[in-house]
T-cell receptor, first 108, second 113 residues
Framework: RKEVEQDPGPFNVPEGATVAFNCTYS??????FFWYRQDCRKEPKLLMS???SGNEDGRFTAQLNRASQYISLLIRDSKLSDSATYLC?????????FGQGTELSVKP | SQTIHQWPATLVQPVGSPLSLECTVE??????LYWYRQAAGRGLQLLFY??????ISSEVPQNLSASRPQDRQFILSSKKLLLSDSGFYLC????????????FGQGTRLTVV
């Protein structure tokens, strides 16, 4: 079993749609959780951290369920510029483990 | 502010040739340092991580090695490249001793021919 698993995608949605990404992790010792965004042929960049209480940043909402070892990212009112690959990231002592990513394509 | 430099941006190397990729971080001390590889259309695979000078942990046995000769310098090497070593190599750093996010260099796109 992979340490971090994400929806395989790709997700193709129209502008203005709401899209949700899911992620599960296997190591109960995981401490911190993040969502990264990676544009084509570029390095990953931090989108937002994920807290147990849930957190929101504009159109983006992240949720963490430690009991279920589940992380989610919700994007509301999708924009063309949201097209990218979204990576779920989990930290365990000393290292960050990435999911394989879910590709999002927002169409006009 | 902290910055991370990784070079070269692209590299084409013949099979059997050596490799040396360098990464340096500025503006922080004793960072955790990471090397990842991303094959085309795939996720990031952690290759090596380091919590201090001379301290290297290897995640995947392979044709590569890493060294940390200075606090903010991380080097990825190979004595003889294989075709399967082609990929997008990314260096990253995070704050030491904390479960914080990592920040990436711009990556090196390596093609072994």
């Amino acid at each position: 079993r992979k340490e971090v698993e994400q929806d395989p995608g790709p997700f193709n949605v129209p502008e203005g749609a709401t899209v949700a990404f899911n992620c599960t992790y296997s190591n109960s010792a995981s401490q911190s959780f993040f969502w990264y965004r990676q544009d084509c042929r570029k390095e990953p960049k931090l989108l937002m951290s994920v807290y147990s209480s849930g957190n929101e940043d504009g159109r983006f909402t992240a949720q963490l369920n430690r009991a279920s070892q589940y992380i989610s990212l919700l994007i509301r009112d999708s924009k063309l510029s949201d097209s990218a690959t979204y990576l779920c990231v989990v930290t365990i002592p000393g290292k960050l483990i990435f999911g394989q990513g879910t590709e999002l394509s927002v169409k006009p | 502010s902290q910055t991370i430099h990784q070079w070269p941006a692209t590299l084409v190397q013949p099979v059997g040739s050596p490799l040396s990729l360098e990464c340096t971080v500025e503006g922080t001390s004793n960072p955790n340092l990471y090397w990842y590889r991303q094959a085309a259309g795939r996720g990031l695979q952690l290759l090596f991580y380091s919590v201090g000078i001379g301290q290297i942990s290897s995640e995947v046995p392979q044709n590569l090695s890493a060294s940390r000769p200075q606090d903010r310098q991380f080097i990825l090497s190979s004595k003889k490249l294989l075709l399967s070593d082609s990929g997008f190599y990314l260096c990253a750093w995070s704050v030491t001793g904390a479960f914080t996010e990592a920040f990436f260099g711009q990556g090196t796109r390596l093609t072994v021919v």
